[in-house]
């Protein structure tokens, strides 16, 4: 059945072909695959980010997750990268008097590997994502042992030898993305696979256990670059995923964009979208300065580039970058198009994208963490009565090898790519989901 909508759970991982985050031949064909390079046809490929391999690595946790490397081809841009957590901490016994968890209940799994010896602001964070992984017990001795309660019941591949057996690592975390991007496709059968990765992430958030195991401060955005290479987004949430509540809604966009068009013997960008979001101005105007929450997600594939001339640098390899903005308060469309063909420019010739705003410093992630790979989320947190204006986002594109490498003839290609926006409010009180779904008759008008 070709046509099938499937999910494909990779969870096999080689500690050999990572350098620092530079693309393999491996991860470099899982992108091909899901980018459709050959055949067209777009795939989700979930990657579980590999493993702590040795008790001697192990007793050093969590310094040992954080030197060693997220595993090929896990560094691949268009897939779901896949790391652990852990909430286990209940073991069935008397045996174990004088034995202590490894790792506390909602922080890092034992097994996770992590992304931060890879080039900074180069290749993309990984993990994207977490999820259960399973912990470990350490002995009155110092030494590191497994527990079957500290991992997750599963069948054996063997049933005629037995019929269950137990499963932990990033392979047991892989397995879990793998189950709830499946159950998005049932729910939403016509979303996209990159709306599908784009919607994880965006339901994702990170444990107060996790913050505090590696003292990040979400105020600082050296800390949040720091967690985005250990955790990804954080741990998903099925039920934020697929349903809206009454004081909480999310709008979605699946289309199309020219990044790049020939205009003589030169190659620039093409075109931006403009999306007028249908903000309940009313409702937010009466909230004045409660604070509110605004959650942008960004998901598109890139086409991998073609040999190893493109493995140099992320924007050889790239066919090119998206990214979104918005609009600041009492800023006119004009001048937002203005800032966004600046931003557009600075980034594409290597500076620095962040054109400032009031807005930009009430990113929790910021643009400058955001945007490495194909996957970019932030949360805007601020007064509704500023976000009642701000009711304009932006997508542009940048720079890549296909208006770069003009030999190739791909400078007049189509991408794809998928917008989330989410709007919470505090209380529910509010009813900010049925206004919006009154106000919007078919869809959020697009300018071109």
């Known amino acids: 059945n070709p ?7 990779l969870a096999v991982t080689s500690h050999f072909q990572t350098d620092k985050g530079r693309p393999s031949s491996w991860s470099a064909a899982i992108d091909a ?18 493993n702590i391999r ?137 979303f996209w696979p990159e709306t599908i990765r784009g919607l994880m992430v965006h339901s994702a958030d990170w444990t107060t256990e996790l913050l505090e195991q590696f003292r990040i401060e979400p105020s600082r955005k050296a800390d949040i670059a720091r967690i985005l290479r250990i955790a990804g987004y954080g741990i998903p949430d099925v039920k934020k995923a697929i349903h809206c509540a009454s004081n909480s809604l999310t709008l979605i966009a699946q289309n199309s964009i020219q990044p790049f068009r020939k205009e003589g013997s030169t190659f620039k960008t093409n075109e931006m979208h403009l999306y007028h979001l ?26 991998p580039g073609p040999g190893e001339i493109g493995w140099k640098d992320r924007y050889r390899y790239a066919s090119h970058g998206l990214r979104f903005e918005i609009n600041a308060p009492n800023e006119t469309e004009e001048v937002f198009k203005r800032r966004i063909n600046k931003a557009a420019e600075s980034e594409s010739n290597d500076g ?41 986002i932006g997508i542009y594109p940048i720079k890549g090898w296909w208006n770069e490498r003009h030999n190739l003839g791909k400078y007049n290609k189509q991408t794809r790519y998928s917008l989330i926006v989410s709007l919470e409010v505090p209380g529910q009180e509010v009813d900010i989901y049925n206004v919006v779904r009154n106000m919007v008759a078919v869809s959020v008008e697009i300018q071109v």
């Not at 903000?279 to 942008?296: D, H």
């Open 278 to 303: 249908p903000w309940p101005r009313e409702e937010l105007l009466n909230l004045g300065a409660v604070q509110v929450k605004l959650r942008i997600t960004l998901s598109f594939y890139i086409e």
């Open 352 to 392: 620095i994208s962040d054109v400032g705003t009031s807005v930009s410093a009430r990113w929790l992630i910021g643009k400058n963490n955001r945007k490495q790979g194909s996957l970019h989320s932030d949360i805007w947190i601020g007064n509704a009565a500023d976000l009642a204006v701000c009711n304009i």
């Open 54 to 190: 040795n008790n001697e690595d192990m007793i050093r946790y969590p310094d040992s997750n954080c030197e060693i490397s997220v595993e090929s081809p896990a560094q691949s841009w268009n897939a779901l990268t896949v790391g652990a957590f852990t909430g286990k901490s209940i073991v069935d016994g008397a045996d174990y008097n004088g034995y202590q968890l490894l790792a506390r209940p909602g922080s890092l799994s034992p097994f996770s590997t992590t992304s931060l010896t890879w080039e900074p602001k180069t290749w993309p964070n990984k993990p994207d994502i977490i999820f259960e992984g399973g912990n470990l017990l350490k002995t009155p001795e110092g030494e590191i042992e497994t527990n079957d309660d500290l991992s997750e019941l599963t069948t054996f591949n063997q049933p005629f030898r037995k019929h269950f057996s137990t499963i932990h690592g990033t392979s047991l975390a892989t397995a879990k993305a793998s189950w709830m991007a499946s159950y998005i496709q049932f729910y939403y059968p016509n």
């Open 33 to 50: 695959l899901s980018s459709g390079t050959d055949d067209d046809h777009r795939r989700l490929f979930i990657i579980s980010a590999g």
């Open 3 to 9: 046509q099938a909508n499937r999910i494909i759970c």
